[in-house]
């Protein structure tokens, strides 16, 4: 066919409709209808429909910031541009690496590392802290040693892949160097010696390569690109390097002290994190490890009294512990974690919240395996008249319907009381029904799952398609030392879900913040307790309904915060609002939170 002639697309043009005729508007009003009626169906519609006055005003100037950073930074262009500037070609799951240092300097990441965060409810122990601070904390505690327990650290591929153990010693051995030939395999040697003796540079070499142990990298992310199995070998290595230098008292109570100063920092005042150290903890000036575990959780809660009574642990609830055991041991090793469980809750109650199983769920026992020995811990812990839920790890995988997809199954009927990732649940309907029905949430750790190589981006990661089909999720970062947010906060997952995802915007990220606070484990709860205490909210009663009366008030300053420091970004019809509605948040707070209440 010809082009259109001048006069014949006249003619065609005039009979084209026009947005404005009223079936095209019947049309659009039918569309807008649909995608309401999508969106009761979210998670955090309620919490949107609660939101205050001025809550939503920060919404909107979010939104826009949100908007221009998306045309004036985030460019389609930027993922090559970030690949020529650094060399590598760009596979899926580095964006996040590459990107990091760009995003924490914009004005949303300023915004979003303000915001009260609620609960970290999944985080794993030994990988909480920035590592830069930890060496330095190793480096200067008198005692610490470094051995090759297999074999000398003499050549790069050995320095590379090695076994390493960096433990106390009470007498100082000096002779010899690690990093030669003719090192005796086993022996410790002083550890700032050995630093300062690195044939790479010296201390600060020896801190560049102690560091590369400990991570995972750029250049990890892409040589292992060609398998889960090995992107998991390498976070499994990882956490061996770290035992030894923090389960040692000095060390432990620095480490906490740390821990818990970077997350009240990052507005998150609670956390529950998966402990499963074996018995090698060991007090200040002893080689000998402790017989139980009593001595490290006094540690513990003698170390959260003493934050909390600082000035910037006043806003810090506290932390309890989630008792792990690894899904590839054997039945006596999962079974001797059990009992030391049991007797740990029975001594220290206020710190054990529950039970989980961790490792890589492709590589462990699947549930259903260890159905004998769940229930043999469930009738101890009935004996002993102890309350230890389980908080199972499941779904953290890219199956669909062999045993290791299946553990979503047996982790609901086995009462779990949140879901550990879940990241494979998307795909089974009826799950999700329970899910919902039963009042599971789901521990969503975008960044983790993007690093270990589950999702391309945050772009592909299933969490937007749980929150649409009503699903409760609270955000959290699992192993962040390890995998490159260097900081025990959360705002670089709570960024990446505002910037990534467009359904979700602040008030989303707000209704994330509150699951977190709802679903956390601040006190032991039957089964009815702890379903009506998330069920009433704020509105009921117990440390659970104040704890979110808490939160509320901070998400309420934290948006006057926002209207008032980016007053610019408002619209222009709305300048000049902030200050009159910025009078009674109290009386929206109430408001809010009660029409929040029935999750």
Known sequence: MPPFADDEWDEILEEIPKVEDPF???????RAALIDQEK?????????????????????????????EQRTIWTPGLEEQIAQRERVEVYPGMMFTLAKDLMEKTKLWKIVRRMPKGALLHAHCDAMVDFDHLFQIVLETPGMHIAGPDSPLATPEARADARVEIRFRATEHTKGSIWSEDYEVGTFVLLTKAADEYPDGGRDGFLAWLKSRCIISQRDSLAQHHGIAEIWRKLGKCFMMLGGMIHYEPIWRAFLQRFMSLLAADGVSWTEIRFGWPLDYRREGSETPESDYN?????????????KATPAGRSFWGLRVIWCSMRGQTTRSIVQGMDD??????AWPHL???????????????????????????????????????????????GD????????????????????????LYKHPRLIDAVKEKRILIESCPISNEVLR??????SHPLPALLARGVPCALCNDDPAILGQNTAGMTHDFWQALQGWENL?????????????????????????????????????????????EWAVEWEKFCLWIVTEFSEDADESDMGKSESEGVGVGVNVDVAMTSRTAQ
């Open 24 to 30: 095209i508007r019947k049309y659009l009003d039918g």
């Open 401 to 424: 319907g062999d045993d290791t997809d299946s553990n979503l199954f047996d982790a609901i009927l086995l009462g779990t009381r949140r879901i550990g990732h879940g990241f494979s």
């Open 352 to 398: 054990v919240a529950g039970y989980d199983l961790v490792g890589p769920e492709d590589a462990g026992r699947p549930l259903k395996d260890l159905l004998p020995e769940l229930f043999w811990f469930r009738k101890q812990c009935a004996q002993e008249g102890v309350e230890i839920p389980f908080f199972f790890h499941a779904g953290e995988c890219l």
């Open 505 to 549: 915007g602040l008030a989303g990220l707000g209704s994330l913040a509150e699951n977190s606070v709802r679903w956390a484990s601040f006190e032991d709860q039957g089964v009815e307790r702890w379903t009506g205490d998330i069920r009433d909210g704020a509105v009921g009663a117990g440390a659970k309904a104040d704890r979110l009366r």
């Open 341 to 346: 469980c049991i007797a740990t809750k029975l």
């Open 40 to 68: 009761k169906q979210r998670s955090d519609h309620i919490f949107r429909q609660g939101l205050s006055p001025i809550a939503r005003k920060a919404c909107d100037i979010v939104q826009r910031i949100r908007e221009e």
């Open 454 to 459: 589950l999702c391309g981006s945050i772009l």
């Open 295 to 307: 001595h490290l959780f006094q540690v513990l809660d003698e170390e959260i009294t003493a934050f």
